[in-house]
């Protein structure tokens, strides 16, 4: 066993709001080249298992018995929380918002029932 370290080689695109003053986005897009390690290395640099073996290409233990590397996708934490609010009257949804304006999908499962709410777009006031 071994822990491998995948780097992957890219760009992030940071999107600023200049009628805010803040920072509201940010995404990573991935490049084609990508480097692994495992944490434990020789002296001659080569890559090892935890139990010492020298792995030549650390990639091989991440995809073992699998045909390709498990998928596990770029989410990078946006500069503040994404705050929603749901707006209740008379025990019913009425409606869903969102503080950086996309449209919410809400599915509600209420004693068996199951329905989609498309939300409604509303202001919030900036984040902290």
């Given at each position: 066993?071994?822990?491998v370290h995948k780097i992957t080689h890219g760009f992030v695109d940071q999107?600023?709001?200049t009628e805010s003053g803040k920072w509201i986005s940010q995404e990573f897009i991935a490049g084609d080249i990508c480097e692994y390690e495992t944490e434990k290395q020789n002296a001659d640099g080569e890559?090892?298992?935890?139990n010492g073996n020298?792995?030549?290409?650390?990639l091989t233990l991440i995809v073992q018995n699998?045909?390709?590397?498990?998928?596990?996708?770029?989410e990078m934490r946006q500069p503040f929380p994404k705050r929603i609010a749901v707006v209740v009257k008379g025990g019913c949804?009425?409606?869903?918002?969102?503080?950086?304006?996309?449209?919410v999908e809400l599915t509600?499962?209420?004693d068996g029932y199951v329905?989609?709410?498309?939300?409604?777009?509303?202001?919030?006031?900036?984040?902290?």
């Open positions: 066993m071994a822990k999107c600023f709001d890559f090892l298992e935890d020298v792995v030549d290409d650390p699998r045909t390709t590397e498990p998928y596990l996708p770029f949804v009425e409606g869903v918002t969102c503080d950086d304006g996309e449209d509600i499962l209420d329905g989609e709410t498309p939300a409604r777009r509303s202001e919030f006031p900036s984040p902290p």
